[in-house]
């Protein structure tokens, strides 16, 4: 019986490689290549002679509309190499405050500021002391911790004000995110997709998702800037936190509203893609949203795993 | 109109398979209509053809013969939601009725995500969803029938009562069903048919001025899905379905659900086994299937093989110790480790010798197979390579406690726990690329997913790390220790714990989706086929669930605790028992 199902399989395996084998080039056909998609097989190439590494660049604004820079940025990109593992390590947050007396600034601050060394004080025995060692705390344990004090922290000193903070840590391939606001972070893919990875924390999303909202109403929403969450603002915080995979091949943007709400998805992708560099990237994009008005504020941070 | 039959498939003379044959009377008059009504039958009955979701009915084949066309689709056991709503004493648990309702947003926007162009079911109501014998819902009566229906002007269709204002005036969009399934919601959970009411008056019977028992939460879901205006009510049945998760996580419904349901009929222990083969020892192994045979350990020393369609006795290969390995098939061998210290390899056919491989301690780690090598671990400390044809050592990485947990293959590495929670990912030239420690024995055996690796330990805890380095992303508490190993499904894990709990945690965050309680602990690795999920508890019971929301479909009692993991295949659960025997049931 084994025999007859040997025989059987043997049969089968064959009769299916050999059409594979003799396949006719000629009926192969293939649709010529726009200069872009050359120009980015060719960049391509030539990144994969380089070392792995995280690049990043940063813009900033503060609008055409508004006195004050409320944003705050935070961009940290480490390489080292030498040892056995060299594991690309970065973070990147964007913090949008809001709130009287200047405490918007204060927050967005001082947010990026206590989340960013409250994860680099987590990261430096393993960054810098020999031998190396992993955290027993979980990447997601460290960034909920890290939102927490930044909350505490904006509770105390700037009471009544609030911010917005999407933080990305990249290790490896893997980007955790912690997230509270309307402030969003993307992944960019050369095919053209601009995927939002987080969730706004605004009424008009609230609304919109509960079906209070048609398309339209929502492009109109005249309470567009409506937090349901922030940081700083009521008891318990519950941030979104999460861990997705570093865009293979693209980029990773983090941005506030005064980019997202103004320039659209489409735009962005273009200059995302067809700037030389990255800076230019993020000049390209302020300029954008100041050439459409500049109501707000605008942050953008954009990053790439070359190699 | 026309009729539908009960019939039987005489394809198969051996066994009895019904299928439903529905009958539409084709009535034009006039011939060119008529041609173009069978025309568009043909049309929608090869678009329902590519229809594949456990609540819609398989079609099997249609055909037309003279003015009667026929459709023949699978048979559905069970009664339709009107009947169930007449026949019940009082209102239906709301509990039911949400993981109703999730299911029927599930199957909906199914339909509306069809491609290229979205399917409208187009006639939501009681009377068309058909609970089935699992007390699972599935849709009957596609709109097909509607081609039948001359004589109405325009494209009037739908049922009155559960029609949004828009159809009548001809506009049948994903909106419509979302009215039309708030209006079988209404009627599910009030009992006030709407066919007795003036159209859309659901605003002037508030749900919870009906029935008291209904929460705020519920009756707030289905006011959104009747509202007037189209673009009041939820945008798609999965934001409905979301806030419908939100209402039944609140309440909590979604722990309840499987606790208030009654248990499928022909559940309970009134499940009988297809077939079941007595060994003379406990089980504790996973079998494994391979063309029309099944092979598992036994504690009675024995490797059995079992012909996987009736359970008949084949042979068994005697070794010197008890097995739990999970047997594995190689170029017409079984591969296996004992507790005799030794990995067998024998004959697919007669279950004849052809190699045997000698550790230094006890095997309880089940082999993997890659790139013409074995891995194994042993209770000897060391992770084996063997070369898959000539039994030969390649290499051998040595740890410092045993090894029970099965080595995952993944991204060119080797990934494993031991007993002393050390976790291990080692090249395949048997080189450390790098090590986790948990606190406490990793038994288990991980699995993958793109960049994560997820496993479970005997500490507490069930752990993602970064395949690449080892990294931890993010840890979720359990009730106990686990030794059970996790599955992957959409984008939820599962794994079972030493308190007794089956859990489903989102793999992206860490939050528990829900867990559902059996009366011991959970040893058993579950496994996942179609919808649901299979696993055992030391209670004895096999448990089946469905996977998203936990809710118990059956369970099957065997005589003593289950500790290895099910296998499903081709529609059949197979796993052993410590009652000492081999079960085989309908999945």
């Known amino acids: 019986m084994a025999d007859f199902f040997k025989k059987l399989f043997e049969k089968k395996t064959k009769a299916k490689e050999q059409p594979a084998q003799q396949k006719p080039v000629d009926l192969a056909v293939t649709a010529p290549l726009s200069d872009q998609q050359i120009n980015s097989i060719l960049m391509n190439q030539y990144l994969k002679n380089e070392m792995k590494q995280l690049i990043a660049s940063v813009g900033q604004s503060v609008g055409k509309q508004r006195e004050h820079n409320e944003d705050s940025l935070l961009a940290l990109t480490t390489t080292i190499s030498g040892g056995a593992d060299n594991i690309p390590f970065g973070l990147y947050i964007v913090a949008d405050g809001m709130g009287g007396h200047q405490f918007g600034e204060v927050a967005s601050n001082a947010a990026v500021r206590i989340m960013g060394g409250n994860i680099t004080k987590k990261f430096h025995s393993y960054l810098y002391n020999l031998p190396t060692q992993i955290l027993q705390e979980s990447l997601q344990e460290v960034m909920e911790t890290s939102v927490m004090e930044a909350h505490q922290y904006v509770q105390r000193e700037a009471p009544g004000s609030g911010t917005t903070v999407t933080a990305a840590l990249v290790l490896g391939q893997q980007v955790t995110i912690a997230h509270v606001g309307d402030s969003r972070a993307y992944s960019i893919f050369p095919d053209g997709r601009i995927d939002p990875i987080t969730r706004d924390h605004s009424l008009v999303k609230r609304l919109e998702e509960l079906g209070h909202l048609s398309k339209d109403e929502v492009a109109n929403f005249p309470h567009r800037n409506v937090l349901i969450r922030a940081l700083g603002q009521g008891e318990a915080l519950e941030a979104d936190v999460f861990t997705v995979p570093f865009p293979q091949g693209g980029y990773l943007m983090l941005c506030s509203d005064g980019l997202w709400g103004v320039v659209s998805d489409k735009d962005i992708h273009r200059f995302v893609a067809e700037a030389p560099s990255l800076p230019r990237a993020c000049q390209n994009m302020v300029e954008a949203a100041n050439a459409a008005g500049g109501p707000d504020n605008i942050t953008v941070i954009l990053v790439q795993m070359i190699g | 109109m026309g009729s539908v039959y009960r019939a039987r498939d005489l394809h198969f003379p051996n066994v009895v398979k019904l299928v439903a044959v529905k009958e539409m009377i084709n009535s034009a008059p006039d011939p060119l209509v008529r041609k173009t009504i069978v025309q568009n039958f043909e049309r929608e009955a090869n678009m329902l053809a590519t229809l594949n979701h456990p609540a819609i009915p398989r079609i099997y084949d249609y055909f037309t013969q003279d003015d009667r066309s026929y459709l023949v689709l699978e048979f559905i056991h069970g009664k339709d939601l009107d009947t169930v709503i007449a026949d019940a004493n009082g209102f239906l648990p709301e509990d039911q009725v949400i993981s109703w309702a999730i299911q029927l947003c599930d199957v909906v926007s199914y339909l509306h995500a069809h491609k290229p162009d979205p399917v409208i079911f187009r006639d939501m109501k009681p009377s068309n969803v058909m609970i089935n014998h ?370 489903c945690v989102d793999a992206r965050n860490a939050k528990e989706v829900w867990r559902f309680r059996t009366e011991n602990q959970v040893s058993c690795s579950p496994v996942i086929y179609k919808d649901s999920i299979y696993c055992g508890s030391v209670d004895g019971n096999l448990y089946c669930l469905e996977y998203r929301t936990g809710r118990l479909r059956w369970k099957f009692e065997s005589q003593a605790a289950i500790a290895g993991s099910p296998v499903v295949f081709d529609d059949i659960v197979y796993f052993g028992s410590t009652d000492h025997h081999v079960y085989a049931l309908f999945a």
């Open chain 2, 134 to 503: 699992n007390g699972d819902v599935v849709l009957v009566d596609f709109g097909i029938a509607k081609t039948f229906q001359s004589g109405q002007k325009g494209t009037m269709i739908g049922t009155e009562g559960y029609s949004p204002p828009e159809q009548y005036r001809g506009e049948a969009s994903p909106l419509a069903d979302i009215y039309s399934l708030g209006a079988t919601l209404h009627h599910a959970i009030t009992r006030r048919d709407p066919r007795l009411e003036p159209p859309f008056s659901f605003a002037e019977r508030p749900v919870r001025r009906i029935n008291m028992n209904v929460s705020n939460e519920f009756e707030a879901v289905i006011n959104v899905a009747l509202q007037y205006a189209p673009s009041d009510r939820f945008p798609t049945a999965d934001a409905m379905k979301e806030a419908l998760m939100n209402v039944a996580r609140k309440t909590g419904a979604l722990s309840k659900i499987s606790a208030a349901l009654p248990v499928a009929s022909g559940g309970g222990s009134g499940i009988k086994p297809l077939w079941s083969f007595k060994c003379e020892d406990e089980i504790r192994g996973t079998p494994t299937p391979h063309q029309g045979m099944l092979f598992i350990g036994c504690y009675d020393n024995n490797l059995y093989a079992l012909n996987a369609a009736d359970g008949q006795f084949q042979w068994k290969y005697a070794t010197e110790g008890g097995i739990v390995t999970r047997p594995i098939v190689y170029d017409n061998n079984v591969i296996f480790g004992s507790e005799d210290k030794r990995l067998h390899v024998v004959g697919v056919r007669a279950g004849k010798v052809v190699w045997t491989y000698y550790t230094d301690g006890k095997i309880y780690s089940s082999p993997r197979i890659a790139d013409g090598y074995i891995f194994f671990g042993s209770d000897d400390q060391d992770l084996h390579a063997v070369n898959v044809n000539s039994g030969r050592a390649i290499w051998k990485y040595s740890t410092d406690a045993p090894i029970h947990s099965s080595p995952l293959v993944a991204n060119e590495l080797i990934y494993f726990g031991n007993e002393v929670g050390g976790f291990h990912a080692v090249d395949f030239r048997g080189q450390l690329k790098w090590r986790f420690q948990s606190k406490r024995a990793v038994t288990s055996s991980p699995v993958n997913r793109g960049q994560a690796v997820y496993f479970s330990s005997v500490d507490g805890y069930l752990y993602a790390l970064d395949a690449g380095n080892g990294w931890p992303i993010w840890k979720f508490r359990l009730g106990k220790g686990s030794v059970s190993s996790p599955v992957l499904a959409d984008d939820f894990i599962f794994v079972g714990a030493a308190d007794g709990f089956i859990y």
